[in-house]
């Protein structure tokens, strides 16, 4: 009877093969994988328990999964036997193909070794074929081979026991098993590999044989990678040609694979970062500039590079990470905006104002005229930011010739921009207060009297009656007249001036191109627009201005310019009657 069943047994063994072999490859994750080789074992080879011990980075073997007794699931899941251990019950007992049965004979002797099990007594079998408790059956599995063949290295061993039929599993079983385990080598293998597709790249740089070995799974790493990344020529007339990129680069540049298949990363960079790009080594290099989308704006990102090579004839492409750092470049924006500007006004403050005086002046005096005065606080000042006019009611100054500079983008330019990444576009001697290739020494006006030169004048400005407002109204009343006050300042100069808070009621402006009766027109222009009535909350308040001129040059330090700007400032404060202040 037994043997006439035969074939119906195998057949349904096939199907249920066939069943835990498909749940194997569709589950989503290394821990789902494992847990459904350990209860393919229970639910279709006819084994009431199963373990899944997978071998670590460092050798030994941990308990991963265990199916059919959760009290010894709860014991041993997660502990850990020593890959000696293993390897002696893995060379013990009879040989079955590549399974490996230790009798309960020869077993005892590793119940006192560290790899984790569930012991159970029973007593001695009553026929030849009978399984007692403590027999052990193992199925190595090991990484395919040519062929395949299991012929590579040791991924991890299945242990069963306790067949249904209470027998120990004759030809047919044990070559299920075996059959089993290889395909689950398999499944384990690429479970694990879509779980360190995060860490691609660095296990690219450092197994790259191992990968080239399963273009499948590469391809699976690649195409599902969080980040873009791009494979390129390397050498030949096409070098650097993109051949190959993912969907989430594709994603990011706005643009279809089919389309960035036309170009190189030369194409698409930013002109002002292609150097940066050119500089970047092919073998570990790292750089971050800014790529054209589609629509035409740019993206900031990172780009790390690696060489995909051929064992026979060198480097051959060039595999790209390419990681989105708009929302970092922002941040950072935002973090130096914070850093040089009032949080009060949005003027820049202090540290700002200071760092535009300085870099503007070197540390070798101007010469001056024979017989000129050498009071260094009234001394020339060399050209300060973007030259030019004051339009309309301002009337008209003349402009030194100079070189034109451009402004650093403020966050309000980054935020209109639209997130295009041009507000990130920094020159390295563009902003109106980098350094030059060869320092202009220019001269200030000298003497009381305007000689129709033109220099930097820097105004130093204090709110007259501004305490009282706070003491009277309140601090929010007194941060609304700041803010107005800060408005009007910037309102009344050019584009190329400097409007700063220093702090309190202190303001300063720093205006080029000016001779004396040119800078004190516009002290008085600015002090007529602050002493406009200023609504707050339904009341109207109106603050002074006191206004002190003073010219730097070179040689002086920022603290000296701003200090004689402030000595200027009391006296002409003094000046007036204490009556007038206020009004004007």
């Known amino acids: 009877m037994e043997t006439e069943s035969e074939p119906y047994v195998r ?88 399974l490996r049965f230790i009798p309960h004979t020869e077993g005892w002797v590793l119940d006192e070794d560290d790899v984790p099990q569930w012991y159970t007594d029973g007593p001695a079998p009553r026929f030849e074929d009978e399984w007692h408790p403590s027999d052990r059956l193992f199925a190595p599995m090991y990484t395919p081979g040519a062929g395949g063949a299991s012929c590579g290295e040791l991924l991890g061993v299945v242990s069963v026991d306790r067949p249904r039929n209470g027998r120990r599993p004759g030809a047919w079983g044990r070559e299920a098993l075996q059959m089993y385990a290889f395909q689950a080598a398999i499944a384990i293998s690429n479970a694990r590999l879509r779980a360190n597709m995060q860490r691609a790249l660095v296990r690219l740089e450092r197994e790259q044989q191992a990968l080239r070995a399963s273009e499948e799974s590469f391809r699976q790493a690649f195409e599902y990678a969080p980040s873009g990344m791009a494979i390129a ?134 010469s001056l005229p024979a017989g000129a005065a050498a009071d260094s606080m009234d001394a020339a000042f060399g050209q300060f930011g973007e030259q030019g006019e004051f339009g309309g009611e301002h009337g008209e100054y003349g402009a030194a010739e100079q070189p034109a500079r451009l402004p650093h983008p403020s966050f309000d330019e980054y935020e209109a921009a639209g997130h295009g990444g041009h507000a990130f576009d920094f020159h390295v001697a563009g902003g109106p207060y980098d350094a030059f290739d060869h320092h202009v020494h220019t001269v200030a006006p000298e003497g009381e009297r305007d000689d129709g030169t033109k220099g930097l004048a820097v105004l130093f400005c204090d709110l007259d009656g501004f305490k009282s407002i706070n003491d009277r109204f309140g601090h929010n009343a007194g941060d609304a007249v700041l803010i107005e006050v800060a408005g009007r300042l910037g309102r009344g100069v050019r584009d190329g001036d400097t409007v700063a808070r220093l702090g309190g009621d202190e303001f300063v402006v720093l205006a080029d191109g000016l001779g004396r009766a040119d800078a004190q027109d516009l002290a008085v222009r600015l002090r007529n627009e602050i002493i406009q009535p200023i609504r707050v909350d339904g009341r109207t308040m109106r603050v002074g201005a006191s206004f002190g001129i003073g010219w730097a040059h070179c040689g002086m330090t920022a603290d000296e310019v ?9 006296v002409e404060k003094r000046s007036r009657p204490r009556q007038h202040r206020r009004a004007g």
């Not at 249920?16 to 072999?21: A, C, E």
């Not at 030994?60 to 036997?81: C, P, Q």
């Not at 389309?259 to 030369?266: D, E, P, V």
Request: a neutral charge; one cysteine or more.
């Open 233 to 366: 020529e390397m050498g030949g007339d096409q070098h650097g040609r993109i051949l190959r990129t993912n969907d989430a680069l594709c994603r990011l540049l706005g643009r279809p694979a089919s389309a960035m298949r036309r170009y190189a990363f030369s194409d698409l960079v930013h002109p002002e970062d292609i150097g940066t790009l050119l500089r970047t080594s092919a073998e570990g290099g790292r750089a971050e500039l800014r790529l054209g989308r589609r629509d035409g704006t740019y993206v900031w990102v990172s780009l790390r590079n690696s060489v995909v090579a051929d064992a026979a004839d060198g480097p051959r492409f060039l595999l790209t990470h390419v990681e989105d750092i708009e929302e970092r470049k922002r941040r950072e924006l935002q973090l130096a905006h914070r850093a040089s500007h009032d949080a009060l006004t949005g003027l820049p403050n202090s540290a700002e104002l200071r760092s535009r005086l300085s870099s503007r002046l070197c540390q070798r005096p101007q």
């Open 11 to 98: 057949l349904g063994t096939l199907r249920q093969l066939h069943k835990v072999m498909a749940d194997m490859n569709t589950a989503r994750s290394l821990a789902d994988t494992l847990q459904t080789v350990a209860d393919g074992v229970v639910n279709g080879l006819g084994y009431e328990l199963a373990c899944v011990n997978l071998v670590r980075p460092d050798g030994d073997l941990v308990v991963a999964a265990l199916a059919g007794n959760s009290a010894a699931e709860a014991l041993i899941t997660g502990r850990v036997g020593s890959r000696a251990s293993w390897d002696r019950r893995l060379t013990m007992g009879e040989a079955w193909g590549d």
């Open 562 to 570: 701003l200090k004689s700007a402030d000595e200027r400032m009391y």
